[in-house]
């Protein structure tokens, strides 16, 4: 039986909705790495380097219901799964991207070393 919360999230605003979306340690990094296409579960595992299984698992599933990624199920053999980011998906790489510049710009005035390069957007430090 799937766990059912005792009480709805009250969201008040579009960004809180938002934010819920896209939000936490994962579904960012998640679709940035979706957005050059359609990944395997181990492809994913291996860009994401330190998550753990249940935390992949458990914030693809509510990617899934959020319909950010979309979930393909191959009957080949051996059996695969793809991961692919949904129109719905898709649409938040450019905000990611944007904050992605815009962190850029701005923990390097808090660190004295700057980030590197995000690999999967626009930011060029």
Request: proline share 4%; charged share 25%; hydrophobic share 35%.
């Amino acid at each position: 039986m799937a766990y059912k919360r005792k009480l709805e999230k009250d969201i008040r605003c579009p960004l809180e909705y938002g934010m819920d979306l896209i939000g936490g340690r994962w579904k960012s990094r998640i679709i940035c790495v979706l957005a050059d296409g359609p990944l395997r579960y181990s492809q994913l595992r291996e860009e994401l380097v330190d998550i753990t299984d249940t935390a992949l698992a458990a914030a693809l599933r509510e990617m899934q219901a959020s319909k950010l990624v979309s979930r393909q199920q191959y009957e080949a053999i051996p059996p695969h799964v793809e991961y692919e980011l949904t129109e719905k998906g898709a649409s938040v790489v450019p905000l990611l991207q944007a904050i992605c510049t815009w962190s850029g710009m701005y923990y390097r005035n808090v660190e004295e070393s700057a980030l590197h390069k995000c690999q999967k957007c626009d930011f060029h430090g």
